[in-house]
């Protein structure tokens, strides 16, 4: 219920005189986690964890606390701007809602009549659960083209694990499972996707045993039974070793093979190409460890591999996914309680049906950016970033005139920032939905003004695999600040897409739910509900795929043209594969180790999660920084081919000394000149976007694993 009187909430509303409490899912990461808002005065006074969440049961993390300090910080933007100045001057003017979105709507009606509906990209960032909207509004416009983080986060999970078994399998936590293997995702900070950290912890204190597949040693790793400290971007030729040895060993379930999985000889012969002693030497990891683990994993049941987007930032993205697919089957652990579930939603219309896909004409589907380079990619409308600078900067193949990014700052998120940064500028307008204004906010035309997940009405979890829906309540309204969704529904109206939106949003939320026969006012004076618990669906009715069969190897993959088997790729910048490149740029780094207060770009200019992480920080293990002179909080330039940024040591010894480990997407919003010293510390300056550094079939762009220097920073006030 949206308000209600557990004894301690209503002891706590008289102690503090708050006027109601308000039953919400958070939105600060991933999402998901049940909370209580509390009110005083019409503001929010206090967030905490609400116990009766199915997901989180209680749990908040440090982003949720503090959510509050987002929605009322003094640099909110809470009204739509316009720039009158040059790109990136900080020169603002205030309008209206309505000739904001006027401007915008004019601009979207010219691009398309004179370059085509082709020529606007929509483009969104992690989390904000806008994608049903924006890939509707795109859809009907006739644009292929929308812009996500889904070719390198979340996104192969999915279309790897439809073109595997159907749906993307979940850890059954509920159940818990007997053996856990983390791989490449520290759950217990970044709370991802479908999970929470707590489940898994609670299943560890169940006893399940742990292994922890990981460079560094995280909270995880410490805890493990087996800890295999991979080098970087070789987890594929590390699962395939896994498989050798459970394959010829013969620790597979023997009946799920023979009944229901698809290509097993040649899977077999595949494997067969990865022996123990081959995979030490490109992983790194004693053989020794590599065959314990594979027999723990196999004899172990159920289990499960919890896995997470550090796979996927690489070239093997798709084949990383698909080897730990073939790990979870091949062990009988599909769709069994404990394992990895294939969860069913409840019955609504969802995220697909909503983002009007099928009104999207073939011509137009046809014209999809990096379509033909990355063909998986392009069967779920995902699209390579690199397709879209090409396109603003070169007219390869055709020209973008216009980009409307909503809830998304690729300034700092992708790869190779500089050409980002050029395409940005070149672009002839740019509109911005956001909450600040970020160093991409910063390059617009027209900025507008984003809801939090506070300020509105939604169905929370919509978007996920793990069966459930929770009903987001809006508590507050701040300033003229708008939802994505009532955002996008009015601009429907003013670019002809009237008939196929509504009159208010709500009516939006009824239609999805429809099918259930309730509305959103229903709905929204419930807990939650939760779509039909069956396991082992595929005896009766096998998996959705073109065999029914679980597809060891690929028809699809074939039919498009790709190696319908995974298999492993070394990085494009290694000591074995540059191995001259490896004398100049002596240490393997790898981006984007999560922070507990930090969401990607975000929560920087938040008070509370800013002291936990008020630098950026690089490791560097002690025996590396002697040898560079470098020591514990000293100012570090991180140089690779492509560009350098600085950031602050932080002596760590859990990881090989060949590795340091740098943090992503650093800006610093405290900076007031309108690029908030976005080139500083930004570690995207050092990646690369290259196509041939691309995963082949999901153009997932390879920002973890490449190749630096480090060395003190003596330039004047480079340690301050």
């Not at 908040?60 to 959510?67: N, Y």
């Not at 896994?242 to 290509?263: A, N, P, S, T």
């Not at 507008?448 to 929770?470: N, Q």
């Not at 140089?639 to 992503?664: N, T, W």
Request: net charge neutral; proline share 7%; charged share 25%.
């Amino acid at each position: 219920m949206a308000e209600f009187t557990y004894a301690n909430v209503r002891k706590e509303m008289e102690v503090y005189g708050y006027d109601r409490v308000v039953k919400s899912h958070c939105r600060m990461c991933h999402g998901g986690c049940g909370v209580l808002v509390y009110v005083k005065d019409g503001k929010i006074a206090k967030i905490a964890g609400d116990p009766d969440c199915p997901i989180s049961h209680g749990t908040l993390c440090s982003k949720g606390m503090a959510a509050s300090q987002l929605v009322y910080h003094p640099d909110r933007l809470i009204h739509p701007l316009r720039r009158i100045g040059p790109k990136g001057s900080g020169k603002w003017e205030r309008i209206s809602w309505d000739r904001a979105l006027d401007t915008i709507a004019e601009r979207i009606q010219g691009y398309k009549e004179t370059f085509g509906a082709e020529s606007i990209v929509l483009g969104y960032g992690t989390g904000r659960e806008n994608e049903a909207v924006i890939y509707r509004f795109a859809n009907l416009l006739g644009s292929p083209n929308v812009l996500t983080a889904g070719h390198f986060c979340y996104g192969p999970r999915i279309a790897t694990s439809i073109i595997t078994c159907g749906t993307n399998p979940i850890v059954d936590y509920e159940n818990h499972p007997k053996c856990i293997m983390v791989w490449g995702n520290n759950l217990v900070i970044s709370n991802p996707d479908c999970y929470k950290g707590e489940p898994f912890s609670v299943s560890l204190n169940q006893g399940a045993k742990l292994i922890a597949v990981d460079p560094r040693l995280t909270r995880i790793a410490a805890r493990a039974h087996i800890w295999l400290r991979l080098r970087p971007g070789t987890d594929t030729a590390l699962a395939l070793g896994m498989l050798y040895i459970i394959v010829h060993e013969k620790l597979y379930d023997q009946q799920f093979v023979e009944e229901y999985v698809h290509g097993w000889d040649p899977f077999v012969q595949r494997v067969n190409e990865y022996p123990p002693d081959k995979v030490e030497k490109i992983t790194w990891v004693p053989k020794e460890k590599i065959i314990s683990a594979a027999r723990l994993f196999a004899t172990t049941k159920p289990a499960a591999i919890q896995w997470g987007v550090a796979i996927e930032q690489q070239i093997n993205c798709a084949d990383n996914n698909r080897a730990l697919m073939a790990l979870m089957g091949i062990t009988g652990n599909i769709d069994v309680p404990g394992g990895q579930v294939l969860f069913r939603p409840p019955p609504i219309r969802n995220v697909g049906h909503f983002g009007a896909h099928a009104r999207l004409s073939d011509v137009q589907r046809e014209k999809r950016l990096g379509g033909d380079r990355f063909r998986l990619a392009g069967q779920f409308a995902i699209i390579n970033p690199k397709c879209v600078w090409d396109a603003i900067l070169k007219e390869d193949p055709y020209p973008v005139k216009m980009l409307f990014f909503i809830s998304s700052n690729p300034l700092m998120t992708r790869g190779n920032a500089r050409e980002v940064y050029q395409a940005l500028k070149k672009v002839d307008f740019m509109a911005v939905a956001d909450f600040f204004l970020t160093p991409t906010a910063e390059l617009a035309d027209i900025v507008l003004p984003a809801a939090t997940w506070l300020e509105m009405d939604y169905i929370g979890d919509f978007w996920k695999r793990h069966g459930y829906i929770l009903p987001r309540r809006k508590v507050v309204q701040v300033g003229e600040c708008r939802s994505d969704h009532e955002m996008l529904n009015d601009l429907a109206h003013r670019v002809g897409q009237g008939e196929h939106w509504w009159d208010d949003f709500e009516q939006a939320l009824d239609w999805i739910l429809e099918p259930m026969d309730i509305t959103w006012r229903e709905f929204k004076d419930m807990d939650y509900i939760r779509g039909e618990v069956e396991y082992q669906k595929y005896r009766k009715m096998g998996f959705s795929t073109p065999t029914r069969k679980f597809e060891l190897y690929s028809t699809l993959l074939e039919r498009w043209g790709y190696d319908p088997l995974p298999q492993y790729h070394e990085p494009p910048e290694s000591p074995y594969n540059t191995p001259e490149l490896y004398e100049q740029y002596p240490y393997i780094l790898i981006t984007g180790a999560r922070s507990p207060g930090f969401f990607h770009t975000e929560n920087r200019q938040i008070p509370w999660l800013r002291e936990l992480h008020p630098h950026p920080t690089v490791e560097i293990h002690p025996d590396a920084a002697k040898q560079e002179g470098i020591k514990d909080g000293d100012w570090v330039v991180i140089e690779s081919p492509r560009g350098r940024v600085r950031q602050r040591a932080k002596l760590f010894s859990g990881m090989d000394p060949r590795i340091v480990s740098a943090q992503h997407a650093w800006w610093f919003p405290e900076q007031k000149d309108p690029g908030h010293g976005w080139e500083a510390s930004n570690i995207n300056l050092l990646t690369d976007n290259a196509y041939t550094s691309c995963d082949p079939a999901m153009g997932a762009t390879h920002v973890r694993t490449l190749l630096c220097r480090i060395y003190p920073d003596t330039t004047p006030g480079g340690d301050a």
